[in-house]
Protein backbone atom coordinates (compact mmCIF):
# COMPACT_ATOMS: atom_id res chain seq x y z
CA UNK A 1 0.00 0.00 0.00
CA UNK A 2 1.31 3.40 -0.92
CA UNK A 3 -0.15 6.49 0.53
CA UNK A 4 0.15 9.73 -1.71
CA UNK A 5 -0.63 13.61 0.00
CA UNK A 6 -0.33 16.54 -2.43
CA UNK A 7 0.10 20.04 -0.83
CA UNK A 8 0.57 23.42 -2.48
CA UNK A 9 -2.43 24.06 -4.43
CA UNK A 10 -4.29 27.51 -4.12
CA UNK A 11 -5.12 30.97 -5.69
CA UNK A 12 -2.83 32.35 -7.72
CA UNK A 13 -2.67 35.30 -10.38
CA UNK A 14 -2.00 34.87 -14.25
CA UNK A 15 1.72 34.73 -14.58
CA UNK A 16 2.38 33.42 -11.16
CA UNK A 17 4.33 30.42 -9.49
CA UNK A 18 3.41 27.63 -7.98
CA UNK A 19 5.29 24.89 -6.61
CA UNK A 20 3.06 21.29 -5.48
CA UNK A 21 4.39 18.79 -3.52
CA UNK A 22 3.13 15.39 -3.17
CA UNK A 23 4.60 13.56 -0.18
CA UNK A 24 4.82 9.38 -0.38
CA UNK A 25 4.48 7.20 2.69
CA UNK A 26 4.08 3.34 2.59
CA UNK A 27 5.76 0.64 0.61
CA UNK A 28 8.28 3.20 -0.80
CA UNK A 29 10.77 1.25 -2.47
CA UNK A 30 8.24 -0.24 -4.47
CA UNK A 31 7.67 3.04 -6.33
CA UNK A 32 9.25 3.44 -9.95
CA UNK A 33 7.58 6.17 -12.36
CA UNK A 34 5.75 8.86 -10.78
CA UNK A 35 3.57 11.33 -12.36
CA UNK A 36 1.58 14.23 -12.33
CA UNK A 37 -1.93 14.69 -13.85
CA UNK A 38 -4.69 17.38 -13.81
CA UNK A 39 -8.27 17.22 -14.37
CA UNK A 40 -10.31 20.42 -15.47
CA UNK A 41 -13.91 20.85 -15.03
CA UNK A 42 -16.00 18.60 -17.34
CA UNK A 43 -12.69 17.41 -18.80
CA UNK A 44 -10.91 14.10 -18.04
CA UNK A 45 -7.43 13.50 -15.86
CA UNK A 46 -4.65 14.48 -18.57
CA UNK A 47 -1.10 13.81 -17.91
CA UNK A 48 1.07 16.98 -16.84
CA UNK A 49 5.09 15.30 -17.04
CA UNK A 50 6.02 12.18 -15.50
CA UNK A 51 9.40 10.90 -13.89
CA UNK A 52 11.64 7.87 -13.35
CA UNK A 53 13.09 6.65 -10.11
CA UNK A 54 16.28 7.30 -12.26
CA UNK A 55 15.39 11.16 -12.80
CA UNK A 56 14.42 10.61 -15.96
CA UNK A 57 11.83 13.35 -17.07
CA UNK A 58 8.86 13.85 -19.63
CA UNK A 59 6.60 16.33 -20.32
CA UNK A 60 3.30 17.01 -22.38
CA UNK A 61 4.28 19.07 -25.05
CA UNK A 62 1.40 22.12 -24.47
CA UNK A 63 3.28 22.65 -21.16
CA UNK A 64 6.93 21.79 -21.81
CA UNK A 65 9.18 24.51 -20.78
CA UNK A 66 6.54 26.28 -17.76
CA UNK A 67 6.44 23.40 -15.67
CA UNK A 68 9.34 21.17 -14.31
CA UNK A 69 8.88 17.84 -12.37
CA UNK A 70 11.57 16.81 -10.04
CA UNK A 71 11.60 14.39 -6.68
CA UNK A 72 13.50 13.42 -4.06
CA UNK A 73 13.87 9.83 -3.31
CA UNK A 74 15.33 11.17 0.14
CA UNK A 75 12.29 12.77 1.01
CA UNK A 76 9.90 10.57 -0.66
CA UNK A 77 8.61 13.53 -2.38
CA UNK A 78 7.77 14.80 -5.85
CA UNK A 79 7.45 18.19 -6.83
CA UNK A 80 5.88 20.09 -9.83
CA UNK A 81 7.07 23.34 -10.44
CA UNK A 82 4.78 25.59 -12.32
CA UNK A 83 5.37 29.13 -13.85
CA UNK A 84 4.11 31.55 -15.92
CA UNK A 85 0.74 30.36 -15.12
CA UNK A 86 -2.47 31.11 -17.20
CA UNK A 87 -6.39 30.80 -16.33
CA UNK A 88 -6.32 27.35 -18.71
CA UNK A 89 -4.22 25.92 -16.17
CA UNK A 90 -6.99 26.13 -13.45
CA UNK A 91 -7.36 22.42 -12.35
CA UNK A 92 -7.42 19.82 -10.11
CA UNK A 93 -3.70 18.34 -10.04
CA UNK A 94 -3.26 14.61 -9.04
CA UNK A 95 -0.17 12.53 -7.91
CA UNK A 96 0.22 9.29 -9.46
CA UNK A 97 2.80 6.13 -8.52
CA UNK A 98 3.66 3.77 -10.44
CA UNK A 99 4.52 0.42 -7.98
CA UNK A 100 6.15 -2.75 -8.95
CA UNK A 101 6.05 -5.04 -5.94
CA UNK A 102 5.57 -8.61 -8.25
CA UNK A 103 2.39 -6.70 -9.85
CA UNK A 104 2.16 -3.44 -11.28
CA UNK A 105 -0.41 -1.33 -9.23
CA UNK A 106 -0.87 2.63 -9.87
CA UNK A 107 -1.94 4.61 -6.77
CA UNK A 108 -3.57 8.35 -6.68
CA UNK A 109 -3.37 10.97 -4.49
CA UNK A 110 -6.40 13.26 -3.48
CA UNK A 111 -5.87 16.52 -5.94
CA UNK A 112 -5.47 19.96 -5.13
CA UNK A 113 -6.82 22.19 -6.19
CA UNK A 114 -4.84 25.34 -8.22
CA UNK A 115 -6.75 28.41 -9.47
CA UNK A 116 -5.63 30.73 -11.75
CA UNK A 117 -7.56 33.98 -11.52
CA UNK A 118 -6.63 37.77 -11.68
Not at 36 to 42: D, E, K, S, V
Not at 48 to 77: E, M
Not at 86 to 93: L, S
Request: hydrophobic share 30%; proline share 3%; with cysteine.
Amino acid sequence: QVLLVESGGGLVQPGGSLRLSCAASGRISSINDMAWYRQAPGEQRELVASITRGGRTNYVDSRKGRVTISRDNSKNTLYLQMNSLKPEDTAVYYCNAEVKDGIVSYYWGQGTQVTVSS
